[in-house]
């Protein structure tokens, strides 16, 4: 079955018609060429999701639907995962928030580090906050999440680091850490938490970070982390350590946690 992310609280709708319009009855109706009777799953804002019956299409472009059951599923990791990039050239940053959500991430935070090429103004923040937020919502309908992942206004290392009190654990994706041969920061940090912890990490833009900005995350308590013996290219670090949560988390103990 398709699924959509609604705005609304499925909390309303539970003995009442639902009805949809803009984008999800284009996509029902032109897009999916959806009949009455068809089952599609819907997600609200605070993670609840149902699977309801299509009733009609109105003359009002808009779609009726009716509550059927409750999803009795979690697609969710069970920890809280956000992840901060360094602003990276083209549209590498689209792949990123794309991946990222099918993979789980929770929070996805752009960051405008000293070694960043890309230089964004206000309304260039606004414009991408937009883009990218259409892009995790998309990807979260396509991989059946229960949640649309956040993703925060492009922020200075000052911004970061006030944001990251509200972290626990926090880690920062170092290359240095991978040609030293370090390994076991990620594995351990994997292994100490538990369900509905918050863990942060941090990724540096195509040249990595600067010494100050290293030194600013280990002051502020960051942990740096290998990803592996290998070094990698800034889109597939985030992607490598968000797999790394799924399998540890899902996969290892069979999501026991």
């Not at 996509?27 to 993670?47: A, C, I, Q, Y």
């Not at 991946?99 to 789980?104: M, P, Q, S």
């Not at 654990?169 to 369900?195: I, M, P, S, W």
């Not at 502020?220 to 949560?245: H, K, M, N, Q, W």
Request: charged share 25%.
């Amino acid at each position: 079955m398709q699924r959509y992310m609604i705005a609304e609280s499925l909390e309303d709708f539970s003995n009442h018609p639902i009805f949809l319009s803009g984008d999800h009855y284009h996509h029902m109706k032109n897009v999916m060429r959806f009949k009455p009777e068809t089952k599609v799953f819907l997600s609200d804002p605070n993670g609840k999701s149902c699977i309801a019956e299509i009733i009609t299409f109105t003359d009002d472009k808009e779609v009726q639907l009716a509550w059927v059951a409750n999803e009795d599923k979690n697609n969710e990791l069970p920890i809280d995962v956000t992840i901060v990039c360094g602003l990276p050239k083209g549209d590498k940053l689209d792949l990123i928030a794309q991946k990222a959500t099918e993979l789980g991430v929770n929070r996805i935070i752009p960051f405008a580090s000293d070694y960043s090429v890309v230089k964004w103004d206000e309304s260039k923040k606004k414009k991408k906050t937009q883009r990218f937020q259409k892009i995790v919502q998309e990807a979260a309908e396509q991989s059946h999440r229960q949640l649309v992942p956040t993703v925060h206004q492009a922020v200075t290392l000052k911004e970061l680091l006030a944001l990251s009190q509200k972290y626990s654990v926090k880690l920062v994706a170092y290359e240095e850490d991978a040609k030293q041969g370090e390994q076991a920061v990620l594995a351990k940090t994997l292994q100490n938490l538990q369900r509905g912890d918050k863990l942060l990490i941090v990724f540096g833009p195509e040249g990595g970070l600067s010494e100050n900005e290293i030194t600013s995350f280990k002051d502020d308590g960051f942990l740096t982390c290998a990803l592996g013996p290998r070094i990698l290219r800034t889109e597939t670090a985030p992607l490598y350590a968000l797999s790394a949560v799924s399998y540890h988390f899902e996969l290892l103990n069979g999501g026991d946690y």
